[in-house]
């Protein structure tokens, strides 16, 4: 069964940094990448990471997240930058792969002075 491990979240202060992880227990994903959901929302897609291809990501967060992957490691990463309250969710990792989709168990992420 494959897992996928998050590690990274937190509370941060608006304009802070975080980086989160999520390392998989197997490496045969065509996409990894990121989705969030804040507290009466509905999970949004974040940023993903398609093998071989252009990672693309939401409009909120162009310019302040950055995600990449390391396949040595099975991991992928998103570094958030100029961190916003409105960025205070739920956020999960997701893998694709062999027409099957997987989810880590959720980290939070809150950003608040």
């Known amino acids: 069964q494959v897992q996928l491990v998050e590690s990274g979240g937190g509370l941060v202060q608006p304009g802070g940094s975080l980086r989160l992880s999520c390392a998989a227990s197997?490496?045969?994903?065509?996409?990894m990448g990121w989705y969030r959901q804040a507290s009466g929302k509905e999970r949004e897609l974040v940023a993903a990471?398609?093998?071989?291809?252009?990672?693309n990501y939401a409009d909120s967060v162009k310019g302040r997240f950055t995600i990449s992957r390391d396949n040595a490691k099975n991991t992928v990463y998103l570094q958030m930058n100029n961190l916003k309250p409105e960025d205070t969710a739920v956020y999960y990792c997701?893998?694709?792969?062999?027409?099957?989709?997987?989810w880590g168990q959720g980290t939070q992420v809150t950003v608040s002075s």
């Open positions: 997701y893998a694709y792969g062999f027409g099957s989709t997987h």
């Open positions: 197997s490496s045969i994903f065509s996409v």
């Open positions: 990471s398609p093998s071989g291809g252009s990672s």
